[in-house]
């Protein structure tokens, strides 16, 4: 088990740095970034996510105590073997990971990955104790024809067959039109998903978080941190800059 997840009351800032960063930007970031208060002193739990060539530089620059790092990405097949290309859930513990991303809607659409591949890599995560953030969420053409609810618990259905209940679990719901658009969900949309999921979920697995993710900055983080069932958030390009993250997990941490 993960020791940094814990009650559902905890709050979470996963930065999702995506493809970007060099050894310098890490550097940077790191010198500018401000620790949060710990998550047992009323802090959120932050999380960063760097690029695979990062994940031990950034390990070195952050106090350890206080701020995790996790991955944007694992292999399915937990095996050391012949998988060019591939790190798996242990390569990512061992670099100093504690959390991974699973099932982000670029490398959905990007890789074809699908609800049977993100099941695979909850158990190669599960295997090496990392907390999955599970990233679900509709498209435009889902939300308008009024079927995002049905839609994403479908996902969470079939993504989350095999989870085991004891495991920990965050549920990042990402609607697509949202990311990377400037333009957050509307609130209520927001707090009409957590529901659904929570209503799903709650009672199958005992550790679990919902994040929102898709546009978050400092300027609707206040707004966000108060929907029923918004656990924390996935931020994207805002994370990019520590001031921003540093006004994110403020926000979250009050
Ligand atoms: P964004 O990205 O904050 O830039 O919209 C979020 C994400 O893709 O996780």
């Not at 970031?29 to 002193?41: D, G, K, L, V």
Request: contains cysteine; aromatic residues 6%.
């Amino acid at each position: 088990m993960n020791s940094k997840t814990s009650a559902a009351a905890k709050k979470w800032a996963v930065a999702n740095w995506k493809q970007f960063g060099r050894q310098n930007f890490v550097r940077e970031w790191c010198a500018n970034f401000t620790p949060p208060p710990s998550p047992s002193a009323g802090g959120c739990q932050a999380v960063i996510c760097p690029p695979f060539s990062y994940l031990s530089l950034l390990r070195a620059q952050l106090p350890a105590s206080d701020i995790a790092i996790g991955a944007q990405n694992v292999a399915s097949n937990g095996d050391d073997g012949a998988h060019t290309g591939e790190v798996s859930a242990s390569m990512l513990a061992d670099c100093g990971c504690e959390y991974v991303i699973i099932g982000h809607s670029e490398r959905r659409q990007s890789q074809g990955e699908s609800d049977d591949d993100c099941r695979a890599k909850l158990a190669a995560a599960a295997e090496a104790e990392l907390t999955p953030i599970l990233c679900v969420g509709e498209s435009l053409a889902t939300r308008q024809a009024g079927s995002a609810v049905e839609f994403v618990t479908q996902q969470l259905t079939a993504a989350l067959k095999d989870h085991s209940r004891t495991a920990p679990l965050l549920v990042a719901y990402e609607p697509i039109w949202a990311i990377g658009s400037g333009q957050a969900a509307k609130s209520d949309d927001i707090a009409t998903m957590h529901a659904a999921i929570h209503a799903q979920l709650s009672d199958k697995f005992d550790r679990i978080g919902l994040l929102y993710g898709g546009s978050v900055n400092p300027s609707n983080i206040g707004s966000l941190s108060c929907i029923d069932f918004v656990d924390g958030v996935l931020i994207g390009g805002a994370s990019l800059d520590p001031t921003k993250m540093n006004h994110i997990i403020t926000t979250l941490s009050s």
